[in-house]
């Protein structure tokens, strides 16, 4: 039975619209040059603004972006206010910052173009201008997420990789979200930059293999020192540098430290000295710790894989006007 030629047409039409969708839905770097043509500037100027207010701001817009992404895909969801929020999971909790620079940044934005840019480009964006503005890469971020209308506590409290996980588990939640062992590597090296608390490392210090005794795995002139900074039932919001000896650099010496087991959390050092490092991660720790350019080259291009994980894309979300509420 032949088909008409009416039912070829509609079948050619349907292709090239099902391609326009797949078109749109692509992120593509310059999404807003004529609807926000200084976008960039702004976004760039407030950053820059920011850190220097603060240094460690580099590393809070960096981790922000992160754990937004791996949350429901980078959404901006992160940045809703509420109980029931994001920023209020465990992993988030008295832990993820830089809230009101990103507020600040928003409303740069809105003044020069309302309505048009999503709070999860601007995550984006963010993150990039921290690490080039720390001396490390930088890349043309990919554009044109929007942003979510719901935040997801519980996907936080399991998706997002613990201080506390092994590598087994570090390496299976990075699997998730379609980012491989080379992207667990190169993005752990963002610990080039920030802090961290007391709480999320200290277990190392004390009792960590048994009474009395701590991680063996931690350089003894480092354990001492953070036995000051952290004693047994001190405050645990007390904060360590993550890159030892290099603190607010983006650059490779965070892996030159976990060579030497001079690794803050455990999440960093296990991906040096675990056993299962021996035959997945630590080759790739030693090869950073010497090539800084490879470094960069893969730290950049795991943070675009990060960017394009599950954008909102089309007529799919919102551009919120605020970044803590969805639009009323």
């Given amino acids: 039975m ?22 749109r839905s692509q992120l593509i770097t310059d999404f807003y040059n004529k609807s926000c043509p200084n976008l960039l500037t702004i976004v760039r100027t407030q950053v820059q603004n920011a850190i220097k207010v603060e240094t ?9 972006h992160f754990h937004d992404c791996f949350v429901n895909g980078c959404d901006g969801s992160i940045l809703l206010d509420g109980s029931d929020g994001e920023k209020f999971a465990l992993p988030n909790l008295n832990s993820v910052r830089g809230f009101e620079v990103v507020d600040n940044i928003k409303s740069s934005v809105e003044s020069a173009c309302p309505g048009v840019v999503s709070c999860a480009d601007l995550l984006a964006i963010a993150a990039r201008d921290s690490v080039l503005l720390s001396g ?24 997002l990789p613990s201080p ?16 491989n062992v080379t992207d667990v590597v190169s993005l752990s090296g963002g610990h080039t930059i920030g802090q961290a608390r007391c709480a999320v490392f200290s277990n190392r210090l004390y009792n960590f293999s048994g009474p009395g005794i701590p991680d063996s795995t931690l350089d003894t002139n480092m354990l001492s020192d953070l036995q000051n900074v952290c004693p047994v039932n001190g405050d645990g919001n007390k904060t360590a540098f993550l890159d030892r000896n290099s603190t607010d650099l983006f650059d490779n010496h965070y892996f030159q430290n976990l060579v030497n087991q001079k690794g803050l959390l455990s999440s960093d050092q296990i991906l040096f000295s675990s056993d299962e490092a021996k035959t997945t991660t630590q080759s790739l720790v030693q090869s950073y710790s010497t090539n800084p350019s490879r470094f960069s080259a893969d730290f950049l291009n795991s943070m675009i ?13 919102e551009i919120r006007k605020n970044c803590r509420v969805v639009n009323s």
């Fill in 2 to 23: 032949k088909k008409s030629n009416s039912f070829y047409g509609y079948s050619l039409i349907l292709a090239f619209f099902m391609l326009f969708l797949a078109a």
């Fill in 56 to 64: 460690r701001m580099a590393a809070s817009l960096l981790r922000l």
């Fill in 136 to 159: 490390g890469p930088t890349w043309k971020v990919l554009l044109g997420r929007r942003d979510a209308l719901v935040a997801n506590q519980s996907g936080a409290n399991t998706s």
């Fill in 164 to 179: 506390f996980d092994n590598l087994g588990n570090i390496t299976l939640k990075f699997a998730n979200v379609g980012l």
């Fill in 305 to 317: 894989k990060m960017g394009n994980i599950s954008p909102l894309t089309g007529s799919n979300g």
